[in-house]
């Protein structure tokens, strides 16, 4: 008995022990935890990357974009239990990494094993700037890693990106995450830029000054924001870049006089800079369309192949994210008027609020009158009530005493110009119906619709939006075409007797305004079947009159756009689509409907009498056509 009891007190220590050994493995969370150099970590990263023309790269699929975009939102928000689970989920590992040379503390993502090519991805949970750094092409542009690993410890910014194959793995661009929008680096950008684009992004990139023979000599750094504008980021990293001995340019498209080109690029246009603009680059796009900031590094060989340079380079933008060096005053970029009382003034950076909102700082020549001074929410524009402005006059806006964040003031009497442009009065011309027959049983109805402005000119690129009713009811919109017409297509129906009726609900074009009182017709229908189309807007109910409405057409059955339809002492001018339309017909009585047009020999006329109320289709086609040379 007593060694039996021996026994199963050593079976239950042993498994009191397994229960605790299985406790201690499961911790709060189950990150690796390792330590070391975090740039000799990145580079161990970067050897593992795909090699160009390799074929091993592996696009996502869009579940698994939509899981590692949750993933990285998980991590960011400093859950790393839920993120290790989700990362293991995603063949992917959580590290937790201390850097011996900083003593900061990283948590990244990191593939289990080289597989996909998608990317390492490292968070500080202890940022001191809220920004981004990022290395898109780690192999392509030669030691640009190295510059954003250091650059993302000397700077305390909150995360870092990594691409983890060549741009040209499986062939040309096939993984150039700066460039697909479907694509894993894509997608933490997206999670860790901030849902309103609050967290700077800077990217890394590399050139050769011999394959951009348009640059000026020596050219060592090219910037942008990728939207042709100059920003307080980018004006701060040139003057850090300058003030190292770096020839540092950035590209932009103000004039080469502009105040902010010549502070950036001395006089140099900064369009000369375009093939470095970054304009298509899916990180910038994605920051912009949300107000954000986003600013491209490209840095020459001269930089990136010495070892000294590159520590530099990094160091001063780390001080441009850190935002340590800010001593240059904001500068006007531009004005631009909104409307006919409202201009917006845009600055370089983020502007001091009660010196932007104060009216005494701003000045319209020409007699305008600033009433109200309203900082936008991006913090670098303003918007201003003023009273009314001329059509077609150039103005001149003065700003001073407007301040930067840091306390830095406007240049005295900074000036930008800006015209006021009345927008063009658009309208409906003419909406055409046809009915669409499909075998037997099954129609629908085509309707056209045509744009004109004050001047009898075609609209190009309003986005007409109408409404279906009778038979089919729909909402649908599209654009203009360059004849200013656009063409709806109404859902089938089957076998059945009604009509199809259109109506133009809403008409939205840059530079016009639209006015429904000037609509030639704003509505209009057609039948199915043999009813009559009485959802058709005609003559006022019980007033004795009616609509004559119809094709004008000449014997080779081309519509007579222009062509003149006379009713008694009414008329009407037939449309683009040779449509016309006459209301207000006296009723009851025969009268003639007489259609002419230039070029045309003679004209032809129909007798017909109209019942109260009735809507009536007289064409000028076949028989009743007009002979025209």
């Not at 980021?233 to 950035?250: H, K, N, P, R, W």
Request: proline share 3%; with cysteine; hydrophobic share 40%.
């Amino acid at each position: 008995m007593m060694r039996l009891h021996r026994i199963a007190i050593r079976l239950g220590a042993l498994f009191l022990a397994l229960v605790i050994c299985q406790l201690a493995a499961t911790r709060v969370h189950a990150a690796t935890v390792e330590s070391g150099d975090f740039v000799e970590e990145v580079e161990r990263l970067k050897n593992l990357a795909f090699a160009r023309d390799s074929g091993l790269y592996v696009a996502p699929s869009a579940a698994q974009q939509a899981a590692f975009s949750a993933l990285a939102t998980t991590l960011l928000s400093g859950d790393l239990a839920g993120a290790d689970t989700q990362a293991e989920a995603l063949d992917y590992e959580l590290v937790e990494f201390t850097d011996t040379l900083s003593g900061a503390v990283y948590h990244g993502l990191r593939e289990v094993s080289q597989t996909r090519g998608w990317g390492s991805y490292f968070v500080n949970l202890a940022f001191q700037s809220d920004a981004l750094v990022e290395t898109p092409h780690v192999l392509f542009d030669t030691n640009s890693w190295e510059v954003g690993a250091l650059t993302f410890r000397e700077s305390g910014a909150r995360g870092f990106l990594m691409t983890g194959a060549h741009r040209n793995a499986n062939g040309t661009g096939t993984a150039d995450v700066a460039h697909l929008a479907v694509s894993i680096y894509q997608e933490v950008h997206k999670a860790w830029n901030g849902t309103s684009g609050e967290t700077t992004a800077w990217q890394i990139h590399g050139f050769a000054l011999e394959n951009h023979s348009s640059f000026p000599p020596g050219s060592d750094a090219v910037l942008s924001n990728g939207d042709g504008n100059v920003f307080q980021e980018v004006i701060d990293l040139d003057t850090l870049l300058e003030a190292q001995g770096f020839l540092s340019y950035a590209y932009n498209a103000l004039g080469a006089s502009d105040p902010v080109n010549l502070l950036v690029n001395d006089g140099e246009p900064g369009t000369t800079f375009s093939s470095l603009a970054g304009t298509t680059n899916v990180q910038g796009i994605h920051s912009r369309d949300l107000g954000g900031v986003f600013v491209h590094v490209e840095l020459e060989r001269s930089i990136r192949f010495d070892t000294q340079n590159r520590a530099i380079a990094a160091s001063a933008i780390a001080a441009a994210i850190f935002d340590v060096f800010d001593t240059v005053p904001p500068l006007l970029v531009r004005a631009e008027a909104i409307d006919a009382t409202s201009v917006a003034v845009s600055f370089t950076e983020d502007l001091d609020s009660p010196s932007a909102t104060t009216v005494l700082n701003y000045g319209i020549d020409n007699g305008v009158s600033v009433f109200l001074a309203v900082l936008y929410s991006d913090g670098r524009s303003v918007i201003l009530d003023t009273s009314p402005l001329s059509d077609s006059v150039v103005h001149t806006v003065t700003v001073n005493d407007v301040q930067d964040l840091a306390g830095n003031t406007i240049a005295p009497n900074s000036q930008t110009q800006f015209e006021y442009l009345a927008p063009v009065p658009v309208h409906v011309e003419a909406i055409d119906m046809e009915m669409l027959i499909q075998g037997k049983r099954w129609r629908r109805a085509r309707v056209m619709v045509t744009l004109l402005d004050d001047a009898n000119q075609s609209v190009m690129g309003a986005s007409v939006s109408g409404a279906w009713s009778g038979l089919v009811s729909q909402n649908v919109s599209n654009i203009t075409a360059s004849d200013g017409i656009v063409v709806f297509e109404s859902d089938k129906v089957s076998g059945s007797s009604g009509e199809f009726v259109f109506t133009v609900t809403s008409i939205i074009a840059e530079g016009y305004d639209y006015d429904p009182s000037a609509n030639v017709e704003s509505s209009d229908c057609i039948t199915a079947g043999n009813l009559s189309c009485g959802g058709d807007p005609g003559g006022e109910p019980g007033n004795g009159t009616g609509t004559i409405r119809g094709t004008v057409k000449d014997q080779n059955g081309t519509k007579l756009a222009g062509a003149t339809v006379d009713a008694e002492d009414l008329s009407d001018r037939a449309s683009r689509g040779g449509k016309y339309r006459i209301d207000q017909v006296p009723a009851g009585e025969a009268i003639d409907v007489i259609a002419s047009a230039s070029g045309c020999s003679g004209a032809v006329t129909q007798s017909v009498t109209l019942a109260p109320d009735q809507t009536l289709t007289v064409d000028f086609t076949g028989v009743n056509a007009l002979q025209c040379n």
